[in-house]
């Protein structure tokens, strides 16, 4: 019936389709979809600045003190603000059916988690990395130590994004599922909390700063390869 | 080896309770299935274990003689499935959600064929409202408009007709039966018998 076949112009070869074009078509949806919900993008990062501006009034403008104290705030809030933002990460999809077309794309399932997980973290995590310099001067970190802090979130956000990922997808359609993931992640964490305010302390104390930015290479280049294929293993068992 | 879907043997398990079991079925290409059944007698289960979102309990499911779970790539390139939700982000418009879901299915999205895909489904001059304004109907109408665009010979449609007017009903009996005759194969639940030409063939199946 022509009916039908005029709809039939563009032909599956074209430039957008297969793999590569389902990749792109999820990344730049999410990316959209956090540009029009700024106030949910907005939050994460309003609450990273709170909790980091916090300390320095609760502690007292002691600079030694501060100084000391500084890197470790600011990791520690970072990776508090990522738990924030992730609980919506497959949530929303699951809420509206959309995660179930993801499952049933001819594309790697593993591959649409990433497109997922960068996205997520261009919308969260970039914007702390962002801002992080700035946080640094309430610290009193000097133009170095500042330097490395960031980064060492650049390297590091993306890898609490794809942890995230994992015990996101572990959670999606459970009941208290963000106390869960909480509970889940930020144990797994830790290591790239370590590593990367050890970095900062490190260059505080005049030491060389490659072996901690090694490290976190590393685990984000395992996390890379690894994480969406846990996160997608992990969805096809949530959603049955 | 068959050309269409083969269930095989199936039984469906859901908690403790043993929805259905032994179902042997074969579709063959023009053909569509019927499942009605009361509520909660497994017709969502079912439609889902055909897609392979949901392991069986026991048998399997065939597309052109291969299981479905282990040729999913390959099976999830002709297949469309619609589920109970729209599967609709209402922050994007009803032409960016059609060109998300085409490309998802791995097709190309020209932007286009997507609009008169919209117009047909009655969505003209609604392509760039955010979806979460439109009415269930209309929401229904917009995923709906998804099944002509790509390739897929397989569809799969969870109760499509609810929440459809009477012109919309008829909308989509036409694509249904222009996909039959087409060779393509359809699977649907709905609970009134489905009002197409004698021409397509009709399977009903009754859990």
Same mark, same amino acid.
Request: proline share 4%; glycine share 10%.
């Given at each position: 019936?022509?009916?039908?076949?005029?709809?039939?112009?563009?032909?599956?070869?074209?430039?957008?389709?297969?793999?590569?074009?389902?990749?792109?078509a999820v990344f730049q949806r999410d990316l959209r979809i956090a540009l029009?919900?700024?106030?949910?993008?907005?939050?994460?990062?309003?609450?990273?600045?709170?909790?980091?501006?916090?300390?320095?009034?609760?502690?007292?403008?002691?600079?030694?003190?501060?100084?000391?104290?500084?890197?470790?705030?600011?990791?520690?809030?970072?990776?508090?603000?990522?738990?924030?933002?992730?609980?919506?990460l497959?949530?929303d999809d699951?809420?509206?059916?959309?995660?179930?077309?993801?499952?049933?794309?001819?594309?790697?399932?593993?591959?649409?988690? @990433?497109a997922k997980t960068a996205a997520h973290?261009l919308a969260?995590?970039?914007?702390?990395?962002?801002?992080?310099?700035?946080?640094?001067?309430?610290?009193? @970190?000097?133009?170095?130590?500042?330097?490395?802090?960031?980064?060492?979130?650049?390297?590091?956000?993306?890898?609490?994004?794809?942890?995230?990922?994992?015990?996101?997808?572990?959670?999606?359609?459970?009941?208290?599922?963000?106390?869960?993931?909480?509970?889940?992640?930020?144990?797994?964490?830790?290591?790239?909390?370590?590593?990367?305010?050890?970095?900062?302390?490190?260059?505080?104390?005049?030491?060389?700063?490659?072996?901690?930015?090694?490290? @976190?290479?590393?685990?984000?280049?395992?996390?890379?390869?690894?994480?969406?294929?846990?996160?997608?293993?992990?969805?096809?068992?949530?959603?049955? | 080896?068959?050309?269409?879907?083969?269930?095989?043997?199936?039984?469906?398990?859901?908690?403790?309770?043993?929805?259905?079991?032994?179902?042997?079925?074969?579709?063959?290409?023009?053909?569509?299935?019927?499942?009605?059944?009361?509520?909660?007698?497994?017709?969502?289960?079912?439609?889902?274990?055909?897609?392979?979102? @949901?392991?069986?309990?026991?048998?399997?499911?065939?597309?052109?003689?291969?299981?479905?779970?282990?040729?999913?790539?390959?099976?999830?390139?002709?297949?469309?499935?619609?589920?109970?939700?729209?599967?609709?982000k209402?922050?994007?418009?009803?032409?960016?959600?059609?060109?998300?879901?085409?490309?998802?299915?791995?097709?190309?999205?020209?932007?286009?064929?997507?609009?008169?895909?919209?117009?047909?489904?009655?969505?003209?001059?609604?392509?760039?409202?955010?979806?979460?304004?439109?009415?269930?109907?209309?929401?229904?109408?917009?995923?709906?408009?998804?099944?002509?665009?790509?390739?897929?010979?397989?569809?799969?449609?969870?109760?499509?007709?609810?929440?459809?007017?009477?012109?919309?009903?008829?909308?989509?009996?036409?694509?249904?039966?222009?996909?039959?005759?087409?060779?393509?194969?359809?699977?649907?639940?709905?609970?009134?018998?489905?009002?197409?030409?004698?021409?397509?063939?009709?399977?009903?199946?009754?859990?």
């Amino acid at each position: 019936m022509s009916d039908l076949t005029r709809y039939r112009a563009a032909g599956s070869d074209a430039p957008d389709s297969g793999s590569w074009g389902a990749w792109r078509a999820v990344f730049q949806r999410d990316l959209r979809i956090a540009l029009r919900r700024r106030a949910d993008t907005g939050s994460a990062l309003v609450f990273f600045v709170i909790v980091v501006a916090l300390f320095p009034l609760g502690v007292g403008p002691e600079f030694g003190l501060l100084r000391r104290m500084g890197p470790g705030v600011v990791w520690v809030a970072a990776l508090l603000a990522s738990m924030l933002a992730l609980g919506r990460l497959f949530a929303d999809d699951h809420a509206d059916g959309t995660l179930e077309q993801m499952l049933l794309s001819p594309t790697p399932l593993a591959l649409l988690v @990433l497109a997922k997980t960068a996205a997520h973290w261009l919308a969260s995590g970039l914007l702390l990395v962002l801002i992080s310099p700035l946080l640094a001067l309430q610290f009193d @970190l000097g133009g170095e130590a500042a330097g490395v802090l960031f980064l060492s979130l650049l390297l590091g956000t993306p890898l609490l994004s794809l942890i995230g990922a994992i015990g996101a997808a572990l959670t999606v359609g459970l009941r208290g599922a963000g106390v869960l993931l909480s509970l889940l992640v930020l144990p797994l964490c830790s290591p790239v909390l370590i590593f990367g305010a050890g970095a900062v302390e490190a260059s505080q104390a005049g030491l060389g700063v490659t072996a901690h930015f090694s490290l @976190l290479g590393a685990m984000l280049l395992a996390a890379l390869f690894l994480a969406p294929l846990a996160a997608a293993a992990a969805l096809r068992i949530a959603l049955e | 080896m068959s050309a269409g879907l083969e269930l095989r043997d199936l039984a469906c398990v859901r908690g403790r309770r043993s929805l259905f079991r032994g179902l042997n079925l074969t579709l063959a290409p023009g053909q569509l299935l019927r499942v009605s059944g009361a509520n909660g007698a497994g017709k969502t289960s079912l439609l889902r274990m055909l897609c392979g979102l @949901l392991a069986p309990a026991q048998g399997q499911v065939l597309w052109r003689g291969h299981s479905v779970h282990q040729a999913r790539e390959a099976f999830h390139q002709q297949l469309i499935y619609l589920g109970h939700a729209a599967a609709l982000k209402d922050d994007l418009s009803p032409l960016e959600n059609l060109q998300v879901a085409t490309r998802l299915g791995g097709a190309a999205a020209d932007e286009a064929a997507a609009r008169q895909a919209l117009a047909d489904a009655g969505l003209r001059g609604r392509e760039h409202v955010p979806s979460r304004i439109l009415s269930q109907g209309q929401r229904r109408r917009a995923a709906l408009a998804r099944l002509p665009l790509g390739q897929a010979l397989l569809w799969v449609l969870d109760e499509p007709f609810n929440a459809l007017d009477t012109a919309a009903t008829a909308w989509l009996l036409g694509l249904i039966e222009a996909h039959l005759q087409r060779g393509g194969l359809v699977v649907l639940t709905s609970h009134q018998p489905v009002a197409l030409s004698d021409r397509v063939a009709q399977v009903s199946l009754a859990l």
